[in-house]
């Protein structure tokens, strides 16, 4: 795999969410994602999507990681790898999405809490991460604005340099993945409403 000799070792995942069984498993940094998910599945330790679910993304690292889509499963699980997809290894969580699922939604429910736990000392973390959010709700209500997906994408990029700490430098991160690999479905917020609540869709997260 590319990077593997820059990632050596093994790194503790835990795989949750959309899976009938969460776990914990020890993995080699040059397995692919997708085989990582795979021999999860294999081991009991998820048991694959229920329901026959489509896989369609998979968010890496904890609350400031990013959300992949399901055609970067071979992306390496190692730093270097994940860093240049836009996710970041992190605390090692993979949280698994499927079809159902907005992905301007998710990254609204990780936002949320990094806007919790910022400390308030860097203007733009305190302050923008707010503003992120405020347009991520008004996404989600079905009230998006043509100039939101701009104004994201330039409070990101200011949070991202401006912060001190690594919080604030990565808490932009599922903003800027989603937006990268789903910006349809962004788009899609923008010109109808309560796009996330699609029939058959997961309801969105609570504010």
Do not use: W
């Amino acid at each position: 795999m590319p990077n593997a000799r820059l990632s050596l070792g093994a790194s503790l995942a835990a795989l949750m969410l959309l899976v009938p069984a969460t776990a914990s498993a020890q993995e080699g940094l040059d397995l692919g994602l997708l085989k990582s998910l795979e021999k999860g599945a294999r081991c009991l330790l998820g048991g694959g999507i229920p329901d026959g679910r489509e896989f369609k993304a998979v968010q890496l690292g904890g609350p400031s990681g990013g959300c992949l889509p399901a055609s970067l499963g071979d992306t390496a699980v190692d730093y270097e790898a994940l860093r240049q997809s836009g996710a970041i290894m992190g605390s090692g969580g993979l949280v698994v999405l499927d079809d159902r699922d907005c992905m301007v939604d998710m990254a609204r429910f990780f936002l949320r809490f990094t806007c919790d736990e910022s400390c308030g000392k860097c203007t733009f973390c305190r302050i923008g991460t707010q503003r992120m959010l405020e347009i991520l709700d008004r996404l989600c209500a079905g009230e998006g604005r043509e100039e939101d997906l701009a104004n994201l994408e330039e409070l990101a990029d200011r949070i991202s340099r401006t912060s001190l700490c690594g919080l604030g430098q990565a808490a932009p991160n599922p903003v800027l993945s989603t937006l990268r690999y789903f910006r349809g479905e962004y788009e899609a917020a923008c010109r109808q409403p309560s796009h996330c609540l699609r029939p058959g869709q997961r309801p969105p997260s609570e504010p």
